[in-house]
């Protein structure tokens, strides 16, 4: 566990460290950007901050291959080659839609040749682990990969709208399946504890705490297309690899957590982004305009308009995303019959901080009807 808290530490003090250096620079690009009608911001303001966040990830890649601990990890490099290349594309790709706003079909395209490269390297869902459904097809391999990593990278992309929404959901996601693959790591290995995909949430962690405190509001960077890409590309991967963790324990059944926990755990991570994701496309089809098309719709969005401010919203979707999250987490660990009623507590108690403005405002307008009375 010690070397993976080197990891987050060092890719927290590469991120905190580099992000104004990154800001500094960036200004010189925005001095004529224009606002868009959908920007919660009333200035410009530097959007390149994935570059920090992802110097940050590979620099806690090299970090960890310069440790014997990790020795292991990085005997195939083709998977570290692939994760390196891939994240080459998303800083080309980002900085072209962030400088110039490129058209959404390049950016699918560019999405698709990420999660092609990563394909390609062997890095491929082989088996959904509940029960025994393996995909046998090398091409359906390929193409079921490709589209998680595509999902994934949309579904972050689609949360960033308010300062320190995307990073702070990700660091949340990024912790809570770095214990998990930790957990399920000592249970294949009691010798061996060093697994890639525990490696790369950790230094995921620690990239987003650093870029935190730059990007909470009120932020003076954004990640920008750069950004949110590589957040749900490490995300993704991440998920593939403990795919191939679990299928390592049809003889030794990782007996405290229910199969399906591997296929929930990545799907509640990204959940908030992905329901709106879906909202989105849905609402965007309905109006037969582009599914890509950006509008001020989201979840975010709508919990301003309920009256939250900016803080209190990204504070309250953190709570949520954290709840979910520690609730799948903690079946593992805790009794159904204690986590079940907890749970409920839990979820009441956010729903009452969620929803108290609407619940206030209609308890005064009834009250101002029956002083009218």
Not at 238 to 251: K, P, R, Y
Request: glycine share 8%.
């Amino acid at each position: 566990m010690r070397s993976y808290v080197l990891l987050i530490a060092f890719s927290f003090a590469v991120s905190y460290l580099l992000t104004p250096l990154v800001r500094s620079t960036g200004a010189r690009f925005i001095a004529n950007q224009q606002l868009r009608d959908r920007d919660m911001h009333s200035v410009p303001v530097v959007k390149f901050g994935g570059l920090a966040m992802i110097a940050a990830i590979l620099a806690g890649i090299g970090l960890a291959s310069q440790l014997s601990f990790f020795s292991g990890v990085f005997s195939n490099s083709e998977y570290i080659l692939a994760i390196v290349c891939a994240l080459l594309v998303v800083v080309i790709l980002g900085l072209a839609d962030d400088l110039r706003d490129i058209k959404w079909y390049w950016k699918f395209a560019g999405q698709l040749l990420i999660g092609l490269i990563i394909a390609q390297s062997g890095i491929v869902i082989k088996a959904l682990p509940v029960g025994t459904w393996a995909i046998d097809s090398e091409l359906m391999q390929h193409l079921v990969t490709m589209g998680l990593i595509v999902l994934t990278m949309n579904a972050i992309n689609f949360s960033d709208g308010l300062d320190g929404l995307a990073a702070g959901l990700t660091a949340i996601g990024a912790v809570t399946f770095f214990l998990y693959s930790y957990v399920l790591t000592t249970h294949v290995s009691a010798q061996d504890y060093a697994n890639l995909a525990a490696l790369l949430c950790a230094v995921l962690f620690g990239a987003c705490l650093g870029f935190l405190p730059h990007n909470f509001n009120p932020a003076n960077i954004f990640m920008g297309e750069t950004g949110v890409l590589a957040l749900g590309l490490i995300l993704s991967v991440s998920t593939i690899l403990v795919t191939g963790d679990v299928q390592g324990l049809e003889a030794h059944r990782f007996r405290n957590v229910p199969a399906y926990m591997p296929m929930a755990l990545p799907l509640v991570i990204v959940f908030f982004p992905a329901l709106d994701l879906l909202l989105s496309v849905i609402r965007r089809l309905s109006k037969r305009s582009s599914p890509f098309k950006p509008d001020s719709l989201h979840i975010h969005h709508r919990m301003l308009a309920q009256g939250h401010s900016v803080r209190k919203s990204v504070l309250l979707l953190y709570l949520w995303a954290f709840l979910v999250a520690a609730g799948v987490v903690l079946i593992a660990f805790i009794p159904l019959q204690l986590l079940i009623p907890l749970f409920i507590l839990l979820l009441i108690g956010a729903g009452m901080l969620t929803w108290w403005p609407i619940v206030s405002g209609r308890y005064a307008s009834l009250t101002q009807r029956f002083k009218r009375r």
